[in-house]
């Protein structure tokens, strides 16, 4: 069974870089593609990255193409995504997303705070 596990979230001041990690510590197997979601205070969750398991096609927000990337590890069931020149929109809760034997599956969500 898929299992999201999210890490790396935390504070970040305005510039700077913060890199999210999300592993599915289930090691299923059969997952199509793994990516991030982010929802700020008020606003709906939003699409940002998501990286197909085989492959590696990658597809980004067009609003973040430039400073957030997305890359994956195989061996590791895991898919991170590098977020660089940080901005104070950029301040959510970040959800890893799996989509297996067309099922979503959900993390729990790391925060990620940008202070300007």
């Known amino acids: 069974q898929v299992q999201l596990v999210e890490s790396g979230g935390g504070l970040a001041q305005a510039g700077g870089s913060l890199t999210l990690a999300c592993v599915d510590s289930?090691?299923?197997?059969?997952?199509?593609?793994m990516g991030w979601f982010r929802q700020a205070p008020g606003k709906e969750r939003e699409f940002v990255a998501r990286?197909?398991?085989?492959?590696?096609?990658?597809d980004t927000a067009d609003s973040l193409i430039g400073r957030f990337i997305i890359s994956r590890d195989n061996a590791k069931n895991t898919v991170f995504l590098q977020m660089n020149s940080l901005k104070p929109e950029d301040t959510a809760v970040y959800y890893c997303?799996?989509?297996?034997?067309?099922?979503?599956?959900w993390g729990q969500g790391t925060q990620v705070t940008v202070s300007s």
């Open positions: 997303n799996a989509v297996n034997g067309g099922t979503a599956y």
């Open positions: 289930g090691r299923t197997s059969g997952t199509y593609a």
């Open positions: 990286i197909t398991m085989s492959g590696g096609f990658a």
